[in-house]
């Protein structure tokens, strides 16, 4: 199942409700329906805000492919180049409150809720894949 | 989002339904501002939050760095399941006040 979106904070929303229902369809745990939402929001969100150096309407596609009790999710843009397995600051989740910078948490978030991620850039396009098992609570 | 609120016994209870995403977190944050501009002593039940993520931690950590440098205090409680999940990866539990429920964190913020 492939989805599409323009480069558009507001269009993170519906997308979401979309992929709810599809995946609730396909019987996947709602707690994984929820993290998996988040990944989306966390990645989609960076690149919306960072990705692009001009004005223009861009397209991203996420496409799921449920099988053999895994879950992979292709994101496709054409971004400017970011590899979020290795070009994201790690947050400093052990500093003490007071000193911790606010921000940097979206990777960590999405690097906790999938099993794999892995970036790849090919033809000016960014594509990264998630993997997740599936049949587990989150 | 919905987000309701009440005071009780000079303590600010505050408390967010339905999702804090990257849409509703700034008017989550504007809302905490308010409220922590005018009371030292807080509570946000999160118990009936259902989505959160690094946009709407991001708000909570905000407020509990501005109530702590204020010599205020402010305490989360009511987590479930996943928002519990997603509170201890993100390092949060171990840096901000947690109670369980809203009535142990009524009885915590007098300690």
């Given at each position: 199942m492939k989805f599409m979106i323009h480069n558009r904070f507001d269009a993170i929303a519906p997308l979401a409700e979309q992929?709810?229902?599809?995946?609730?369809?396909?019987?996947?745990?709602?707690?994984?329906?929820?993290?998996t939402n988040l990944c989306?929001?966390?990645?989609?969100?960076n690149t919306i805000k960072y990705g692009y150096s001009d004005d223009d309407v861009h397209e991203i596609s996420i496409e799921f492919n449920l099988q053999n009790a895994e879950m992979s999710i292709e994101i496709v843009d054409d971004a400017d180049p970011f590899d979020p397995t290795s070009d994201a600051p790690t947050p400093e989740i052990e500093t003490p409150m007071e000193e911790r910078p606010i921000?940097?948490?979206?990777?960590?978030?999405?690097?906790?809720?999938?099993?794999?991620?892995?970036?790849?850039r090919r033809q000016n396009h960014n594509r990264l894949t998630l993997r997740k098992r599936l049949n587990q609570n989150t | 989002m919905e987000i309701k609120d009440a005071f009780e016994d000079n303590v600010v209870i505050v408390q967010p339904a339905g999702r804090l995403d990257s849409t509703s977190s700034p008017e989550f944050e504007q809302f905490l501002l308010a409220k922590t501009a005018d009371h030292n002593l807080l509570i946000i039940d999160l118990s009936r939050l259902d989505y959160i993520s690094s946009a709407g931690l991001r708000v909570v950590l905000a407020g509990a760095k501005r109530s702590k440098s204020a010599n205020g205090r402010m305490l989360l409680c009511g987590m479930k399941g996943v928002i519990h999940q997603i509170f201890e990866v993100s390092g949060f539990l171990k840096i901000l006040e947690v109670e369980k429920n809203l009535n142990k964190a009524k009885q915590a913020i007098k300690r």
């Open positions: 992929v709810e229902a599809y995946l609730a369809k396909q019987r996947v745990a709602p707690e994984t329906i929820l993290t989306l929001e966390e990645l989609l969100t921000g940097g948490l979206g990777i960590l978030l999405v690097t906790s809720f999938t099993d794999s991620m892995q970036y790849d | -």
